[in-house]
């Protein structure tokens, strides 16, 4: 019985022995093993001058610079359509003609309008000059008081009546003449003819059909002619990168039926009006239209091709830069303050009232990340210029995104990756 009463004692010592033997493991790796530093893993890259060309890219359509939509100014039936889609045609060719019967008749009916005011005025005139040696009589024999004064006053109302009606029929001639021009061009509105030299680029009637003229509506669009000797890419650029663009710009363009072919253009026309887009929802965008000019054609363009632009808005040369992912903005708490509140130099600069982030990158020195605030300028797909802050050949951290943005502050410890080699680096 003392032996089991022993072997229960030595169990009980030996559970509680092992519990602090556990406890006191944890203490000492919360001591030692939590304090130890932390190694943060980053790529670097050198500090060196380089060309920055900085870009717009923007999506579009190759277009016509030059095109015009047919429309008639008269309704009718199509009785001639000498052309279909894709025939080039010169300034003078006939595109279109309406039937004209019933314009013919109306100019005949002006015609026959005209004829009978023309001799209703010369019998007007006739009667006119009978009134007029009629009223010129009785002024004599008034003069020498041969006639009495109400015989005067007759002959007078006479013959301004008589004038009256003669320039009524006079201006009813001008009225018929008028009517007749109007006939006449109606008539001659029937046949449509091409206004430039170019190419059908789309035909949207056929023979025997009716169409409306533009007289009191839009009308029917019949066509559009277009000279593919000037094509322009026309695409829309965001509200925000329309103010860095310029007439003149150089662009490279890409059409997606043509592959990796680059087209060279230059801006032509920058929209003034907006183009908006979900207005008044949280999609809403606002673009602006910009007309890029293409330097060299192909054959194979044809209007209404998607594109791709690269407009280049500026360029410097030999200028200090980094890779874009090396700036990040943190806050004025976290980098050490090189400007100071004039007012109270104890605290950082605000503005409107808030601490404003400063855009900064980490250097690498002895193995340890250093915080320098930099000011920056313009950037392309790579690299981004940097005004101030670096005077070249620092080691600039520019990997990876979460060590930059999250995990490095001043005096981090860091461990510099070697730069992983891409696939054109192997070969």
Do not use: W
Request: glycine residues 8%; neutral net charge; hydrophobic residues 35%.
């Amino acid at each position: 019985m003392a032996n089991g009463k022993q072997k229960k004692s030595r169990k009980k010592l030996y559970i509680f022995g092992g519990i602090g033997i556990l406890i006191l493991a944890l203490i000492l790796f919360a001591l030692f093993g939590g304090s130890k530093e932390e190694i943060i893993q980053v790529q670097t890259e050198k500090v060196e001058k380089k060309d920055i060309t900085q870009t717009v890219t923007t999506t579009g359509t190759i277009e016509p610079e030059f095109k015009v939509v047919i429309t008639p100014e008269v309704t009718g039936e199509i009785v001639a359509l000498p052309v279909k889609e894709g025939d080039k045609v010169k300034k003078g060719d006939l595109l279109i003609k309406i039937n004209a019967k019933q314009y013919l008749a109306d100019k005949e009916s002006a015609e026959a309008t005209l004829l009978a005011s023309k001799s209703s005025l010369a019998m007007r005139k006739a009667e006119l000059d009978r009134i007029e040696a009629e009223y010129e009589r009785v002024k004599g024999l008034h003069n020498k008081k041969l006639a009495s004064d109400s015989e005067i006053e007759t002959a007078k109302s006479n013959y301004e009546s008589t004038k009256a009606s003669y320039e009524g029929a006079k201006a009813n001639v001008l009225s018929t003449e008028a009517s007749l021009k109007r006939a006449v061009e109606q008539l001659y509105k029937t046949s449509i003819y091409s206004p430039m030299d170019g190419t059908v680029t789309a035909l949207n009637v056929e023979l025997g059909e009716r169409v409306l003229g533009s007289g009191f509506s839009q009308g029917t669009n019949i066509m559009t002619v277009s000279d593919l000797n000037n094509m322009e890419a026309s695409v829309e650029v965001d509200e925000n990168d329309v103010v860095l663009i310029s007439i003149g710009d150089t662009a490279r363009i890409k059409v997606d039926a043509f592959g990796d072919k680059i087209f060279k253009g230059v801006v032509s026309e920058i929209g003034n009006s907006a183009v908006s887009t979900g207005l008044g929802t949280q999609d809403q965008v606002v673009n602006f239209n910009v007309k890029l000019k293409l330097i060299d054609l192909d054959k194979g363009l044809r209007p209404g091709m998607s594109c791709n632009a690269d407009i280049e808005t500026e360029t410097i040369k030999n200028v200090l830069c980094v890779p874009i992912q090396s700036v990040t903005a943190r806050s004025k708490d976290f980098v050490k303050v090189e400007e100071v509140n004039e007012e109270n130099p104890a605290e950082p600069k605000k503005e409107n009232g808030i601490n404003k982030p400063q855009e900064i990158v980490f250097i690498v020195k002895d193995g340890k990340a250093k915080s320098v605030n930099v000011e920056t300028g313009i950037s392309d797909d790579n690299y981004i210029h940097i005004k101030s802050g670096l005077s070249g050949g620092e080691m600039v951290v520019s990997g990876s995104y979460k060590a930059i943005s999250r995990e490095l502050s001043d005096g981090s410890t860091v461990r510099v990756e070697e730069k992983r080699k891409s696939f054109t680096d192997k070969k």
